[in-house]
């Protein structure tokens, strides 16, 4: 609903404005991730040589890194004053853990990749310098954001190895983004443009199910109870909650896992009306 009225406004805002441009901006570029921050449960843990002791180690990471591709349309107030509605989409790049213990004196290993994709739709406010052959611009951005995050697990003991799939689920993330770039005309209607963009974000599961589950390349997921494939995140936690009834999800408290970046892109921009 809150996606709805914002673009009702947007295209409102377009039609009332009488708009002098409208500009068809087309790009992809690379996302670093930026503001990394630690999350309980995702961490390294190594054992020793021996096998008696551990170490667990805070990992600081964010998903926001990867391929970035965005399409936008923006329509011109006047030659400084724009509006754009972008429709971006990240390949995000997968965060690694490594985590040891021991099974009966049995070295488990657990590789964890934890990575998400993510489609976002982005008005904003641009800001043009004077219409130039080189020309400065400024966006700020509200982002409403579709994302998928997917853990794989990979634990092996000995010459056994479980393939686990999880998949988490949210009810939706936004954030905010600003920009600045730079454009060159190439001809009267088409400039080529360089865009430094930082966008943070956030990723608030709700609940985190087990998909796919195999020993040595046999399905297992149907040997798993409830609570050991299905888990729920929620602010409060009542005490009268029974944590250990398999019937039922696991419950933890609310994560956020960090999606922030700086996207660096390349463009190019065509001027159709």
């Given at each position: ?113 934890l990575y998400g994709n993510s489609i976002r739709l982005i008005p904003c406010l641009i ?147």
């Amino acid at each position: 609903m809150k996606i709805k009225f914002i673009i009702i406004i947007i295209l409102f805002g377009i039609i009332e404005s009488n708009a002098q441009d409208i500009q068809l901006n087309i790009s992809a570029g690379y996302a670093i991730p930026s503001f990394k921050q630690t999350v309980e449960g995702y961490n390294d843990i190594a054992v020793s040589e021996n096998q008696i002791y551990g170490s667990e180690a805070s990992k600081a990471f964010s998903l926001g890194g990867g391929y970035y591709l965005n399409g936008a349309l923006q329509y011109g107030f006047n030659e400084n004053i724009a509006i754009g509605l972008d429709l971006s989409y990240l390949i995000g790049q997968k965060v690694e853990f490594t985590q040891e213990g021991a099974v009966a004196s049995v070295l488990k290993t657990t590789e964890q990749e934890l990575y998400g994709n993510s489609i976002r739709l982005i008005p904003c406010l641009i800001l043009r310098g004077e219409e130039n052959v080189l020309r400065p611009y400024f966006k700020l951005g509200y982002i409403m954001s579709k994302t998928t995050v997917e853990l794989h697990e990979k634990t092996t003991i000995q010459t056994d190895v479980t393939l686990r799939e999880w998949e988490y689920k949210s009810s939706g993330n936004s954030g905010i983004c600003f920009a600045g770039g730079l454009s060159y005309q190439v001809m009267d209607n088409t400039a080529i443009f360089l865009e430094l963009n930082y966008q943070s974000i956030q990723y608030k599961p709700t609940k985190a199910n087990l998909v796919k589950a195999t020993v040595n390349g046999n399905n297992s997921l149907d040997s798993y109870l409830t609570i050991d494939k299905e888990i729920s995140y929620s602010s409060k936690i009542d005490l009268e909650y029974n944590i250990t009834d398999p019937n039922q999800p696991q419950l933890l408290h609310e994560i956020y896992l960090p999606f922030s970046s700086l996207i660096i892109q390349f463009g190019v921009n065509i001027k159709l009306l």
